[in-house]
């Protein structure tokens, strides 16, 4: 028995990689290999594990919300890209029993492209307590995935009055957090409100943003 992981971003590069040492030390002797559809896989790197392939970063960062930063990730090689994503999952399902794919709905369908192993979905992108799934993602997430795991309960229930297997066993983001052992001068009676303005370089400008709203509040 094999498992294949799939992630589209730093943060789902993070994630993964958490669940991958987590899986090592119940199952030391499965093979696992990762697939990082969102630059290098740094974050695998970081916590001793090779990604399969390491990609040239695009100009959105993975994150496209507009018409022109798709043209500039077209025009950067973001299909040439797919097309050795799609390559190399076709080969390493071919290996494996699951796919564990952690990110968005197009991170679970490129993931599906020739690989016809049971799929766990972690659909970290969204939230209904945010941006909810629309119904083509429904569908999507309800043909491809086996069992799905949301960030919180709220979405897991949605995703069940569509049919969907999910479930809701904590948050992978806020899960994989460490803390300095330190004292952070705060008491354990205080209340304390942290701020994670994101991995990519509109965090700075989030992280600005961010702080209007605690000055207001």
Do not use: W
């Not at 990609?55 to 299909?79: E, N, V």
């Not at 494996?96 to 990110?103: D, I, N, Y």
Request: charged share 20%; net charge positive.
């Amino acid at each position: 028995m094999a498992i294949l992981f799939i992630s589209n971003g730093f943060g789902e590069d993070q994630i993964a990689s958490n669940l991958i040492n987590s899986l090592k030390k119940s199952y030391p002797s499965t093979p696992i290999y990762a697939i990082p559809l969102v630059g290098e896989g740094s974050e695998y790197i970081k916590k001793g594990i090779t990604p399969l392939i390491k990609t040239k970063p695009l100009p959105s960062g993975g994150f496209i919300r507009s018409p022109i930063s798709l043209f500039k990730d077209l025009f950067s090689g973001m299909l040439l890209q797919h097309i050795k994503h799609i390559l190399l999952i076709k080969k390493y399902a071919k290996l494996c029993t699951a796919t564990v794919c952690v990110g968005d709905v197009f991170c679970l369908t490129i993931s599906s492209f020739f690989n016809k192993t049971k799929k766990v979905f972690l659909p970290t992108a969204k939230s209904n307590l945010f941006m909810k799934h629309s119904k083509i993602e429904l569908l999507l997430i309800k043909k491809l995935a086996r069992l799905v795991f949301a960030r919180d309960q709220a979405t897991t229930d949605s995703l069940k009055e569509a049919g969907i297997n999910s479930f809701y066993d904590g948050n992978p983001m806020f899960d994989g957090f460490k803390f300095p052992n330190e004292n952070l001068l705060f008491s354990k009676n205080q209340k304390v409100i942290g701020v994670a303005p994101g991995s990519k370089q509109e965090a700075y400008d989030n992280f600005a943003y961010v702080l209007k709203v605690i000055n207001k509040i």
